[in-house]
């Protein structure tokens, strides 16, 4: 097996929002290897975080990825409040649910969308995007803002759902994007081209997963039931119940598919959870600041999040440590994209869903040649599309 | 073959009838609803200048100055991470999160908005001792308390030593 060129992707986004750096060895259009990178969107969070107080850090910790803001500060809420022996009002517990549930519904429509521009079928995105947004318009009125919604904080939540009219804008809003989502799960798995690109690519057999410890969607399209809302449940998980998704042939078509079918089961979840909401106060006022140490696990869109708080007893805490699901999930892209060819190479990283952002440029480095070049992320793209139009032609249509 | 051109044939006449879904934003206004986290606004008359929102703002975006005969809150828009905690936490409800989104502007002024507010000297020794609506917040919650008749006047509005000083005199004195 030969090298005859490496393809550098990255750091600024290979398709994918944090900048993360893939160099593919490539054997003509197969890629035989493949050097993961990451760090480079490092911001010392964990840094600046030991420099704040209690009171400030779920704003902080919530700016650590734009799509995952209600996970992280949660997740931070928990470790506190489990350091703290804090408990949580049941109303408070419930909004979460609620929140974090409605997050998982835009996350997963956000990546859905993404896969189908890679492949080139900006339709379908455009139809993904359509039905995330009002979504994020049920966050502006519950929250106040469509992300970063600042909605925990230490010992409960900040804002309250209002059981009348709130209640009632989030089950229109379910009851109205429902049938278009389970019309775009069909046109996954029923349109033979879109079929033809994800299907059997990208797969990551059951013991490749376990070993690589994966985390989430990616996970449980590989055959693993693990999801921390069943496995360790927080929030009010224990009493709503979830139906964890699982899927067995791990290729992207059982990633989009499972997190369609997890978007689905999320909105039965928050239909639940609204019709067992209690009353009561939403927020507790932590007495005082208990050394110690808790690590608090939420289940993001991505899979599990783990922050780990360690408190002295003042109003700083000593020591926060933050492990986010996408850190797990990258490295399982190695034996992924082993043998794929180069035009699914942007879909397989992206179906990792390790957040997405715009790549202006990457270069190509031809090693015979010696000679480097720099081609901008369009006409790559333009090349990955050009799969999607073969295939059309092949006759799947 | 057959069926599927013409469920697209379906599919493009439904669409040409249908009206665009995306909103023609800059031209038509797009309100944000009610509870939206917009541009702070500061109720001039009720705020004190007790800078609580300047303690508990997570992204420094407000800032407090004081120079001798003023105190000057002030909250740059362009910092503002808009979590509303400065709302929360401000004990007069002077400060409210609109729901105007729009803040894009060429000039630098317009992104920064503040409040003046008269500080108090004190009358023994004229040190800066804090704003004039923090004193008259302090008076009237002391009030109903059994006090020397002079308190309102005089200890109020002296500064933390002075204030020790006079009440010792006056403990001494045996009026206390």
């Known amino acids: ?397 | 073959m057959k069926t599927v051109k013409l469920r697209i044939i379906v599919e493009v006449l439904r669409s040409l009838a249908s009206r665009a879904y995306t909103l023609k934003y800059p031209k038509i206004a797009s309100p944000a609803p009610q509870g939206f986290r917009g541009k702070l606004e500061y109720d001039i008359e009720k705020c004190t200048g007790c800078a609580a929102c300047v303690e508990n703002c997570p992204a420094s975006a407000l800032k407090s100055i004081s120079d001798g005969d003023r105190r000057t809150i002030e909250v740059w828009y362009g910092k503002c991470i808009y979590c509303g905690r400065c709302e929360e936490v401000c004990p007069e409800r002077a400060i409210t999160l609109t729901t105007t989104y729009s803040l894009v502007t060429g000039r630098k002024e317009d992104i920064k908005s503040s409040v003046q507010l008269e500080i108090n000297r004190c009358l023994r020794c004229g040190k800066p001792v804090a704003t004039a609506r923090q004193i008259d917040k302090v008076r009237l919650q002391v009030k109903d308390l059994v006090l020397p008749e002079d308190y309102d006047a005089y200890l109020s509005s002296l500064c933390l030593d002075c204030k020790k000083a006079v009440q010792a005199e006056l403990l001494l004195a045996g009026r206390m």
């Open chain 1, 1 to 397: 097996m030969s090298i005859d060129a490496t393809l550098p992707i990255g750091p600024y986004h290979p398709a994918l929002k944090e900048p993360e750096f893939f160099k593919l060895f490539l054997d003509g259009e197969k890629i035989v290897d493949v050097a993961i990178r990451l760090g480079y969107t490092h911001r010392g969070i964990e840094y600046l975080a030991e420099r704040k107080t209690y009171n400030e850090i779920p704003i902080l910790v919530e700016r650590i990825c734009g799509i995952c803001s209600n996970v992280h500060p949660m997740c931070f809420c928990q470790a506190v409040e489990e350091t703290w022996e804090l408990q949580v009002p049941d109303r408070a517990r419930y909004i979460r649910t609620i929140v974090g549930e409605l997050e998982r519904i835009h996350s997963h429509l956000l990546w859905a969308g993404i896969a189908a521009h890679i492949i080139g079928y900006d339709t379908l995105f455009m139809h993904f995007w359509k039905h995330r947004e009002p979504v994020c318009e049920l966050f502006e009125v519950l929250t106040g803002n469509r992300q970063n919604y600042a909605m925990n904080c230490i010992g409960g939540v900040r804002r309250d759902i209002d059981p009348t009219k709130h209640k009632a804008l989030i089950l229109e809003t379910l009851s109205q994007i429902r049938p278009s989502l389970l019309r775009l799960k069909n046109a996954v798995t029923e349109d033979p081209v879109v079929r033809a690109r994800i299907e059997n690519i990208g797969v990551l057999s059951r013991d490749q997963a376990r070993k690589l410890c994966v985390v989430g969607p990616v996970a449980r399209a590989s055959g693993l039931a693990i999801d921390v809302r069943k496995d360790e449940p927080y929030a009010a998980y224990r009493e709503v119940g979830v139906d964890v998704k699982v899927l067995t042939e791990g290729d992207v078509l059982s990633k989009m598919l499972v997190r369609l079918l997890e978007a689905l089961e999320s909105m039965e979840i928050v239909k639940r959870a609204l019709d067992a909401i209690p009353q009561g106060p939403i927020r507790l006022e932590p007495k005082e600041i208990v050394p110690g140490d808790g690590i608090g696990k939420v289940e993001a869109p991505r899979g599990e999040d783990i922050h780990y708080v360690r408190s002295n007893g003042t109003d700083i805490p000593e020591r926060v440590k933050i492990r986010a699901p996408s850190y797990m999930n990258v490295p399982s892209i190695a034996p992924q994209i082993k043998g794929a060819s180069l035009a699914d190479a942007s879909l397989i990283i992206a179906a990792v869903d390790p957040c997405f952002c715009c790549t202006e440029r990457i270069a190509l480095a031809d090693v015979k040649t010696n000679r480097e070049s720099s081609v901008d992320f369009e006409s790559l793209a333009q090349r990955w599309r050009r799969k999607s139009k073969y295939s059309r032609k092949d006759g799947c249509v």
